[in-house]
């Protein structure tokens, strides 16, 4: 910019080049409309290489008294552009602000998102019901593996390689000597040759057999044991706990029937039967401990005797539930399912 030798033309000039200015630059910063645009026209009028530092650098030509006027000015119009640019950018930030809250509102009258609460299977819920029975009565789960030697599966519970009881339970090898336990029973071999009497244990867990899948068998399934070993146990304590258990599962006191059966790891053992509306259900079995099985963990078994029972989770599940087919816990129909 070019300014004439006369030293008032120069002093006008300049103040004329500030109003045009301040005016141009207030227009502008009213009509941005972002807050990126904003701080380009303050660099663009305020920076150091401004216009306004533009105009500024004739003033080392004006006389000593014109140069405090033209300065006064220069200030109001630097301070109004500032305010300008103040006023305008919180104008902004308020407006974008707005926009964000009302981008994301909420319309809290409109219906949420449904998620149904999930729901206990009926075999889980079957476990839990009975562990909680035989908990009030006093006594502690145990777990164990479900792959086992053939020696917690089969030999400590007197069940050795010739005997006839193992076709009954043909079951799946992974070696010669390892296996898929059959039922929960390893559990409380494992258990008595940790613990010395007397124990009172109850022992859920899924087991396997090679049985063909119909209505009422499936390869899979799941078993809850309890044994109790103790000085003085006798047969009758293991009726008086078997008939409380089914009166609390049953929710009323039941006929019971205990009829003689065989198992090799209990002597003498039974089967339970309980009359269920008007018919007579085979429940469980039971039995007292073998004193091989006994001699087996190292427990004196002219000191100690103990009880043994076991039951099927599923046919608790179908009686108490009505199901027909065993097949209908295992196939994850949620319309099946959702019932429970």
Sequence with gaps: MSYPNSMA???????????????????????????????????????????????????????????????????????????????????????????????????????????????????????????????????????????????YNFEALNIPPDH????????????????????????????????EPPIRIVAPGRVYRRDTVDATHSAVFHQVEILAVDKGLTFTDLKGTIKEFLTQMFGEELPVKFRASYFPFTEPSAEVDVQWKGKWLEVMGCGMVDPNVLKAVGYDPEVYTGFAAGLGIERFAMVLHQIDDIRRLYNSDIRFLSQF
């Design 9 to 151: 033309t120069m002093s006008n000039t300049l103040e004329t080049d500030l109003q045009t200015l301040q005016q141009e630059a207030e227009k502008e910063i009213t009509a941005v409309d972002s807050l990126e645009a904003l701080e380009q026209l303050r660099i663009n009028y305020l920076g150091k290489k401004g216009k306004l530092s533009q105009i500024l650098r004739g003033m080392g030509k004006l006389s000593a008294e014109e140069r405090p006027r033209v300065g006064s000015l220069a200030n109001e119009v630097k301070e109004s552009l500032q305010s300008h640019l103040d006023n305008q950018r919180n104008s902004l930030e308020t407006a974008k602000l707005k926009a964000q809250l009302a981008a994301e509102t909420l319309d809290v009258t409109m219906p949420g998102v449904s998620r149904p609460l999930g729901r206990l299977h009926p075999l889980n819920s079957t476990v839990d019901r009975v562990l909680d029975i035989f908990v009030g009565l006093g006594y502690q789960v145990a777990t164990g593996p479900h792959i086992e030697t053939d020696y």
């Design 164 to 195: 006839p009881a193992r076709d009954m339970q043909d079951t799946f090898f992974l070696t010669e000597n390892v296996l898929m336990r059959t039922h929960t029973s390893p559990v409380q071999i494992r258990y008595m040759e940790t613990h």
